[in-house]
């Protein structure tokens, strides 16, 4: 059943070239643009429109909107933004999931082949000048081809690091929500709606890889029970959000060796508190959530958003379209 789009919020923060192009792909309908911080702007249009696009997450102020039909967030991770209101309300919510998947895939290589090259004394010994500690290190050490890749879960992300593992001819695992045949370049998929679990993962990997929503369902989903069932010489690597992983069992797992190295770009409090002990510890790895760009981080969520434009006008299913699994409370 096809959909009308009748007027349009728009607070995302875009170039004229790109604003250009979001009016366009809504056009016939009118498109209101304001800053995000121009509060009676916003007011002064939130009951006429249908559609907001927005820059941050969505807010009560943006709730107030009677006739919303559909918010786009123009970023990903909408943890604030998937809430319980907008699922009882009806409303259609969508993200820019995949907007800098290239980038947060190569992230999980940069800290996968720190791991295998163990960087941190490698540049130790560099700055030693000794080059034994270079020679017996490569020795003992081996590359990814040898080795197992856990990815949890396969959107956007989990499907670009699946992809690049492939390149490095490493064994793929995948896991995800959905009962669905196993993803391109995933050598074994578990699924949880088939009643499956990430124990396989764990217990087979070199590398888990986190890349899934953080909701109620995944909230801590990775604590002491789970490092445990990992290899000792396994690598954890968080990209997604920082409360999937019990960052108090993380300390002590890397503490007393229950796995060998966790790199993560993301943390339940960020920024990262200058007295956490994890700075410390010599096998992690901390980025402050921070990947390097894509090329054209805009332009790219902008394709996201036109080709949801589409769909909803032809009432198929929406791309990074939230549901309420995907609601975190905690």
Known sequence: MNQEIHAVLATVRYDEPHLKRLIDAFAPAPVYHFDPQDKEGIRSVLQNVDVAVLDADLDDQILAGKNLRWIHCSHAGLTKSARPEVFRRGIILTGAAGRSAPSLAEHVFFFALSHVYDAKRLFQAQAEHNWTRFSQQFAASKGLSCKTMGVIGLGNTGSAVARRAKAFEMRVLGYDRYDKPA???????????????????????????????????TYHMIGMDQMKKMKPTACLINLARGSLIDENALYQALRDGVIARAGCDVFEKEPLPADSPLWDLPNMMVSPHSTPRVADIYGNALDILIENIGRYRRGEPMRNRLGERDVYTK
């Open 183 to 217: 993803p391109e370049n995933v050598d074994v998929y578990y699924a949880m709606d088939r009643g499956e679990t990430i124990e396989p993962i764990l217990r087979e990997s070199d590398f888990v890889v986190l890349c899934c929503h953080l909701s109620d369902e």
